[in-house]
């Protein structure tokens, strides 16, 4: 499985959903994140919490066992097509750069995302329910 920096910092905020998102995480067999997609996170937490927001990110990662994969050329190209397609100005689902990052990953893993929120819902990758 995939996770979107979305279902993370929606446990690291002790949003409503995180207990789900927790579950799917525990439940999965093996989950992956986009580099790009840590940083994009790592980005978001530093902004709303600081030093200790990244402590927060790090140790979630590393409790969940969420391997950190590199972006290869074949993502890259996934990616920029998932914006030709779905991105902000193209169609509803409206992805942003990270968000193709994201999509990319599960793409090219032929594996689900685990996001929050209704972005991907509106695109062709398989999804997993919060």
């Known amino acids: ?15 409503p959903d995180c207990d789900a998102i927790i579950e799917r ?10 580099v790009v997609s840590f940083v994009e996170a790592s980005i978001v937490i530093h902004h709303r919490n600081r ?21 290869d050329t074949d993502q890259a190209f996934v990616a920029r097509s ?3 397609i779905y991105g902000k100005g193209q169609h509803p689902a409206k992805l942003n750069f990270g968000d193709c ?6 793409k090219t893993l032929n594996e689900p995302l685990l996001f929050k929120g209704h972005d991907f819902s509106q695109t062709d990758i398989e999804i997993v329910p919060i």
């Open 1 to 15: 499985m995939v996770v979107d920096p979305s279902a993370l910092i929606a446990v690291l905020q002790d949003e």
């Open 25 to 34: 995480i525990e439940a999965a067999e093996s989950v992956c994140m986009s």
């Open 51 to 71: 030093i200790d927001g990244l402590l927060d990110l790090d140790l979630l990662i590393a409790k969940a066992g969420i391997e950190l994969i590199a972006c």
């Open 82 to 84: 998932a914006f030709r």
């Open 101 to 106: 990052f994201s999509y990319a990953l599960a």
